[in-house]
């Protein structure tokens, strides 16, 4: 079956740095997305890594290993803004997406 | 950026009616939308697939007779959601693809149902 893993919830502080893991067994590779949803909203894009190594985007980056079928999600100077659920998804070999079931951040002053 | 758009935001309606919400591609062509259910502090639950022209897939456990799609065109997908019960009270939400190379899937904003 497919499978994408990651912790339910995490905790930080304001200003600190979070890595959020995700680890997934599909069928196939195409490709994972990260995506942030705040509560009552859909979701929104954050990353998209396709092949191995790290992508930086201002306070965000996202890392991926595709040989331990693995990625992280760095976020840098954390805001209270950040507080959200973060979404892994793989794009499996029918370019469909699985969705993992989201991590909960809770930032604290 | 490819935007999507999604009516009503909120929506309260009675058991037993049904209740029509549109999913709309503004700036590009979605040649497939997905329609997503969200119950409280759950994760996105994909219910189906649609593909302009053709019928839905639907996931399993997912009644296509109680959930109707439509993908009439490339700008627009409908989901209603008919003889709607308490149970059914949930956050819809919509997204579209464009096709092509390019996969990633944007969203709309979510409709918030609430069943009396």
């Known amino acids: 079956g497919q499978n994408i893993d990651q912790p339910t919830e995490m905790t930080a502080t304001e200003g600190a740095i979070v890595q959020i893991n995700c680890t997934y067994q599909t069928s196939g590779f195409n490709g994972l997305f990260w995506y942030q949803q705040h509560a009552g909203e859909a979701p929104t894009f954050l990353s998209y890594n396709v092949l191995d190594g790290l992508e930086e985007k201002g306070r965000f980056s996202s890392f991926l290993s595709r040989s331990k079928g693995y990625s992280y999600l760095l976020l840098k100077e954390l805001q209270m803004k950040d507080s959200a659920s973060y979404l892994c998804a793989v794009l499996d070999s029918n370019y469909q997406l699985i969705w993992g079931a989201g991590t909960k951040l809770i930032i604290k002053p | 950026g490819a935007v999507v758009s999604q009516h009503p935001s909120r929506v309260i309606c009675k058991s037993g009616t049904s209740v029509k919400i549109e999913c709309r591609s503004l700036d590009f062509q979605a040649t497939t939308m997905f329609w997503y259910r969200q119950f409280p502090k759950q994760s996105l639950m994909l219910m189906a697939t649609?593909?302009?022209?053709?019928?839905?897939?639907?996931e399993q456990g997912v009644e296509k007779d109680k959930f109707l799609i439509n993908h009439a065109s490339l700008t627009l997908s409908t989901l209603t959601v008919t003889s709607a019960h308490p149970e059914d009270s949930s956050f819809y939400i919509c997204?579209?693809?464009?096709?092509?190379?390019?996969?990633?899937?944007?969203f709309g904003p979510g409709t918030r149902l609430t069943v009396t």
């Open positions: 649609s593909n302009e022209g053709s019928k839905a897939t639907y």
């Open positions: 997204s579209a693809r464009a096709g092509g190379n390019d996969y990633e899937q944007y």
